[in-house]
């Protein structure tokens, strides 16, 4: 027994109509797009390509960053830190405060805060590798970090 579809699908004389109207719109969009190619030129003279190529280069000439060596720090490192302070010795890491650690350079209050914390819980640093353990510090800054810190016990005096 062949089964017959159209008895499943009723649509009303109006949902027929709209099928139709949309069926014809699209159809209609898709030959406009096919053919846009013959009827729509693109703009190809070789004299407005230099000259938007020349407006391209000047624009891009103007938006140049400005170069880093002219760069200042940005407002919040200068209050944060205390880099115009110059020590005027070692000083030693086990005693040291936040804001004596802040005047050294590339110690910040975030790095100093984690240096006493660290300290604190853990107990004195004894040699520069244990820095490690505060932050990811590159080999060059635990170089110049070493030529400002000395590491005595808390308890005996300088």
């Known amino acids: 027994m062949p089964i017959n579809f159209s008895s499943f699908i009723h649509y009303t ?10 069926s014809t719109a699209l159809i209609m969009l898709i030959a406009i797009r096919a053919t846009m190619g013959l ?8 004299e407005k390509e230099k000259q938007l190529i020349e407006k391209w280069a000047s624009y891009q000439q103007t938006q ?43 110690v910040g209050k975030v790095t100093a805060e984690k240096i006493i914390y660290r300290r604190n819980n853990k107990g004195d640093f004894t040699h520069m590798t244990q820095l ?6 590159s080999e ?19």
């Open 13 to 22: 004389r109006n949902e027929r109509i709209g099928i139709v109207v949309l």
């Open 39 to 46: 009827w729509v030129k693109p703009d190809t003279e070789p």
């Open 64 to 106: 140049q960053p400005a170069p880093v060596a002219n760069v200042e720090r940005p407002a919040y490192e200068k209050e944060n830190s205390n880099y115009n302070t110059p020590l005027p010795h070692k000083l030693n890491i086990n005693t040291a405060d936040t804001a004596t650690l802040m005047r050294i350079k590339g």
């Open 132 to 137: 490690h353990e505060v932050g990811s510090f």
């Open 140 to 158: 060059e800054h635990l170089t110049m970090l070493s030529t400002h810190i000395i590491f005595t016990d808390s308890l005996t005096s300088e």
